[in-house]
Every structure is written in structure tokens, then in C-alpha cells.
């Protein structure tokens, strides 16, 4: 969506979203095409939409493997461990997987960012 469709709107964007200029859009651009997988691996976890993400990713123009890989982790990941915590849990746990689970994807995605940042140190 975010790839075909960028060029017909990208105008209304430059035109009304204050500080938002192609050169800003560049710089976005550019950060897609070096951390792009670790953004959407990472906005798997978090719970923004991921729509946003996807979208985002293809209006930067990201390679398609890196986002269909770091979507898959990432995403998956975030599934699979709700899985998880049911199997191991049971159905009596749902209610605070519920309540908490957004929570527990902001921890994580700071897990992560800390990973990265002592990582790149």
C-alpha cells in the first residue's frame, strides 16, 4: 500500500503535516534502508499498529526480503509468545494476558532497544 501509493499522496503529507519535508522524508528513507528490519522486527512486538509499520516500510521503499523477514520474527514472535504463555498458563491466565499484554509489549521493545544499543556500543 505504502509503495504504490506514496507517490499519489505523498503531496498532501508534504503539504500538511508541519515539519514533514521531502528532505525529512530522505532521512526516513535512509534509516528504512539501514535499521529497516530491525524497525518492523522490532514494531512486531509493540503495540502500535503494525499496519503503521508496513505501510511506512513501503513508502520508504524497503527491500522486500528484509521487511518479509524481520516482519515474520517479529510479528511471529509476538504471537507465538502469547501462545506460549496460554500453553504454559492455562486459560485461567487469559484475563491478565489481557490486561497486560500491551504493557508487556512496551517492556519488550525496550528489551530490545537496550539489546541493540549495548550491542552497536
Known sequence: IGWGAWPLVNGF???YIPGF????FEKVQM???EYGFWVVFTAGFT???FKVFTISAGAA???LLPFVVGATIGRGGRFFLVAAAMRWFGPRFEPQLK???DILGWVTLGAILVG??????
Open 99 to 101: 490486561r497486560y499484554v
Open 13 to 15: 503529507f508534504f503539504s
Open 47 to 49: 503495540p502500535i499498529p
Open 31 to 33: 534509516l528504512f534502508a
Open 116 to 121: 541493540i544499543g549495548i550491542w552497536k556500543a
Open 61 to 63: 521503499q524497503m527491500h
Open 21 to 24: 519535508t521531502p528532505a525529512v
